[in-house]
């Protein structure tokens, strides 16, 4: 899609009744667009097409990272720069039964009331809404701000990758606004740093022995899902682990191999769904079967609250082959299970927040075995690095040639600073324009205010966010009146940045 696309899409689009325009109309090309975490390049491409028909700056990295400069604005020429902050990508995940091409598919959305959703599909609102803010403020010629220095990473659910190699030399502001939060009732004033690892498991691969002949698809389904920050207190079952126990449950009693492990979307994301092919002597059949409905059951009364819909299945497949060798089989499944999954500590300084996290992410199969891709998150960077030294003495114990290593960005925590005159300014604003008094949150997610604090350096950063639901699922969606309200806010705040 060409920049001159952008009109035609809000007069044509789904979204071109709803207001403020100049953001919703971006956002319904940024959903036209693929851009799944490293699949950036053509939205990225997109983007400095379009700014250059602005007759703005704009450069992108190998990773596309893009950075677009645009001078200040009615009375703010002179004013110190400000940073602009938000990332392309989106996590991509959609709806069980849903056949759905991310890397070519443009998303279809909905209006329903008060929100916007994608059929089948996720949203990419996260931060597909931050990002129209910032294109909007780049096409304006009527609000007064300083010198924009737009920074819109690659990859950010993916390990922060983009950023952590960003050229921070091309920046010159040294206050940031952010906006990568989640609700429009606070500011995000300071946030949790993360890092993610990778396990890689040789599969040891050999023939299925000649005695194991039916195979069968060990199937997980059905739960929550979500994001590995925001929703990992709720308790909700991690498909992997599940699948896992499933495996082990049925190695106890039976001579089973495994093939084809696969499971979750992003390691950003709670897996919701995980699987793999089984092989088994056919007399086991009636055995496997029970033990498998048997766990079901077990599994619908662990989870009713947090994710009543779990089911565990078996289905038809084709027999392959080779498969896992069984001791490879079970030192895979055995370290999925052991991992530390969900809550690990509570910040004792912010009650009711959690400190330290980790979300086993996604299992993919590999030519040498297969690779488990987990993110640890926590306020304390001390605390995130012990995690994961427990991961490696795990690791090390496991054997069998399982390595752990990270991956992407060691994004450090950003602490809160009350005496942020950013806050400040952004705090009046929104006394102003929204009638209320924000509240000043400090979040356990992970965002990446650290790393620009840290590299840039960045003195003086928040975050201004929008309603979003059910991040990172296929259900996600966000409140177009939250947008509504949040326009305002953000032309008011950059305004007073003199």
Same mark, same amino acid.
Request: proline fraction near 4%.
């Given at each position: 899609m060409s920049a001159v696309d952008v009109m035609e899409a809000i007069n044509s689009g789904v979204l071109r009744d709803l207001e403020p325009r100049e953001v919703f109309q971006f956002f319904e090309v940024l959903t036209s667009i693929p851009r799944g975490s490293g699949n950036e390049e053509q939205v990225a491409n997109w983007v400095v097409d379009f700014a250059r028909t602005l007759g703005l700056e704009a450069t992108q990295d190998d990773l596309h990272c893009v950075l677009v400069k645009k001078p200040g604005q009615g009375g703010l020429e002179n004013a110190a720069p400000l940073i602009l902050h938000g990332h392309l990508d989106m996590v991509c995940e959609k709806a069980e039964g849903v056949e759905f091409d991310f890397v070519n598919q443009p998303l279809s959305l909905v209006v329903d009331g008060e929100y916007i959703s994608a059929t089948g599909t996720s949203l990419g609102a996260d931060n597909g809404i931050g990002v129209s803010y910032i294109l909007a403020l780049l096409e304006s010629k009527d609000i007064p701000h300083p010198p924009l220095e737009a920074v819109l990473t690659a990859m950010e659910e993916k390990g922060k990758v983009g950023a952590g190699q960003f050229d921070v030399t091309q920046l010159a502001g040294r206050r940031m606004i952010d906006f990568n939060w989640i609700t429009d009732e606070e500011i995000l004033a300071g946030c949790s740093g993360d890092v993610t690892f990778t396990i890689d498991v040789p599969g040891e691969f050999e023939p299925i022995p000649d005695t194991l002949t039916r195979a069968r698809s060990l199937e997980v389904r059905g739960l929550n899902g979500g994001h590995c920050e925001f929703d990992?207190?709720? %308790? +909700?079952?991690?498909?992997?682990?599940?699948? #896992?126990?499933?495996?082990?449950?049925?190695?106890?009693?039976?001579?089973? +191999? *495994?093939?084809?492990?696969?499971?979750?979307?992003?390691?950003?994301?709670?897996?919701?769904?995980?699987?793999?092919?089984?092989?088994?002597?056919?007399?086991?059949?009636?055995?496997?079967?029970?033990?498998?409905? %048997?766990?079901?059951?077990?599994?619908?009364?662990?989870?009713? *609250?947090?994710?009543?819909?779990?089911?565990?299945?078996?289905?038809?497949?084709? +027999?392959?082959?080779? #498969?896992?060798?069984?001791?490879?089989?079970?030192?895979?499944?055995?370290?999925?299970?052991? *991992?530390?999954?969900?809550?690990?500590?509570?910040?004792?300084?912010?009650?009711?927040?959690?400190?330290?996290?980790?979300?086993?992410?996604?299992? +993919?199969?590999?030519?040498?075995?297969?690779?488990?891709?987990?993110?640890?998150?926590?306020?304390?960077?001390?605390?995130?690095?012990?995690?994961? %030294?427990?991961?490696?003495?795990?690791?090390a114990l496991a054997g069998g040639g399982v390595v752990c290593e990270l991956y992407g960005l060691d994004a450090p925590e950003f602490p809160y600073r009350p005496q942020s005159q950013l806050l400040a300014t952004a705090s009046a604003a929104y006394r102003d324009v929204l009638g209320k008094e924000p509240n000043v949150e400090v979040s356990q997610c992970s965002l990446e205010l650290g790393m620009f604090s840290r590299r840039v350096p960045v003195a003086d950063i928040i975050s201004i966010g929008t309603e979003l639901q059910a991040l990172h699922s296929s259900a996600e969606r966000v409140n177009h009146k939250s947008v509504e309200r949040v326009w305002p806010l953000i032309k008011m705040v950059v305004s007073r940045l003199g």
């Open positions: 990992i207190q709720l %308790e +909700r079952a991690n498909a992997l682990q599940v699948l #896992a126990r499933a495996v082990h449950r049925l190695s106890g009693e039976h001579e089973v +191999r *495994i093939a084809d492990p696969f499971g979750g979307a992003q390691n950003s994301a709670i897996p919701a769904d995980a699987s793999a092919v089984i092989v088994f002597n056919d007399a086991d059949t009636d055995s496997i079967e029970a033990l498998i409905a %048997e766990l079901d059951v077990h599994l619908k009364s662990e989870y009713q *609250i947090s994710d009543p819909a779990i089911r565990v299945e078996l289905k038809n497949a084709i +027999r392959p082959n080779v #498969a896992f060798s069984r001791a490879a089989g079970l030192r895979l499944m055995t370290v999925l299970r052991l *991992i530390p999954q969900g809550v690990v500590s509570w910040n004792l300084h912010v009650p009711g927040r959690v400190e330290t996290s980790n979300n086993v992410g996604t299992l +993919r199969p590999t030519a040498d075995g297969a690779r488990i891709m987990s993110t640890v998150t926590s306020a304390l960077t001390t605390r995130k690095h012990e995690l994961i %030294e427990r991961v490696q003495a795990l690791v």
